[in-house]
């Protein structure tokens, strides 16, 4: 059968709402970051990305925000949809390493 | 611009049994990705090709996983033989170089 993974933390919000997704990465030699959107039963789909010399990028209706002090990442969502409920997950990439780590991803549910 | 492809997107086997899977990654991106998904987890890299040589395959089970990727373009991924813990959706990506990458629907293996 299916191995059991980690329990995904879970953000529900209303529809219409701002949605703020977190994620923290461990190594500070990191220079690229990565949100990825997962809908159930597709593959990780690109939504945003920002690399070390940045703090702040906004996109379409979303902003990803970098605070390397504290090596957090966010992922800002405007006016939610019910479109945007996924799994979404960070990726980050250092020069040194060249391949990406995946964080265990946080499950938004968008309530009508 | 067609995105990567992968087949089959379900597969059953038995413990023990083999079976293989396929990706056609973006015409002109030179670095291909298998990932292994378990569920609620993020994708963890299998291995990376550039062209058509090895980049990274440390986390490989090399004893029972093979990768190809002969002509620089399609791969094909190996599993044999297979064990219950192997079930999980295989994902592949590509991206030009070392940038963003862009992941197929993936192939869900339930290992029985």
């Known amino acids: 059968g299916e191995s059991v993974g980690l329990h995904l933390p879970t953000l529900s919000v209303q529809e219409g709402d701002n949605s703020i997704i977190n994620c923290a990465y461990s190594?500070?030699?990191?220079?690229?970051f990565i949100w990825y959107k997962q809908e159930s039963g597709k593959g990780p789909q690109f939504i945003i990305d920002i690399r070390s010399n940045m703090d702040k990028r906004q996109g379409q209706r979303v902003t990803v925000l970098l605070n390397k002090t504290v090596k957090h990442l966010s992922l800002q969502i405007a006016a939610t949809q019910p479109g945007d409920s996924a799994v979404y997950f960070c990726a980050e990439k250092s020069l040194n390493f060249n391949k990406f780590y995946f964080g265990s991803g946080t499950k938004l549910n968008v309530k009508p | 611009e067609a995105g990567v492809a992968q087949s089959p997107r379900y597969k059953i086997i038995e413990k023990r049994q083999s079976v293989a899977f396929w990706c056609n990654p973006i015409s002109g991106h030179a670095t291909l990705y298998w990932y292994q998904q378990i569920l609620g987890q993020g994708p963890k890299l299998l291995i990376q090709f550039q062209n058509n040589g090895v980049v990274d395959d440390s986390q490989l089970p090399k004893d029972r996983f093979s990768a190809e990727r002969l002509k620089g373009v399609d791969s094909t991924l190996k599993i044999q033989p297979a064990k219950l813990e192997d079930s999980a959706v295989y994902l592949c990506a590509s991206s030009f170089y070392t940038d963003t990458q862009y992941f197929g629907p993936g192939t869900r293996l339930t290992v029985l």
């Open positions: 190594n500070s030699a990191s220079d690229y």
